[in-house]
């Protein structure tokens, strides 16, 4: 998976995401690693983005998909 430049975070994109991950529990945690998953091997150059105050996104030409939790 590719990776956004830095949001203002100084972190970048990829990071947040596994971040956000690691603090949900539960079957939400579950679902998003395995969303995550699930799209990096659907499309290998798929860009994760941190947009929208903390809102994981996956684009590709385009949006594809967000990880609202």
Excluded: Y
């Amino acid at each position: 998976m590719k990776s956004q430049p830095k949001p203002p975070s100084d972190k970048p994109a990829s990071t947040l995401i596994s971040e956000r991950i690691a603090t949900l529990g539960g079957w939400r945690r579950d679902t998003l690693a395995r969303m995550r998953t699930l799209i990096a091997d659907a499309d290998p150059d798929v860009v994760e983005e941190w947009k929208w105050m903390g809102t994981p996104v996956w684009s590709h030409d385009g949006g594809l998909c967000t990880g609202e939790s």
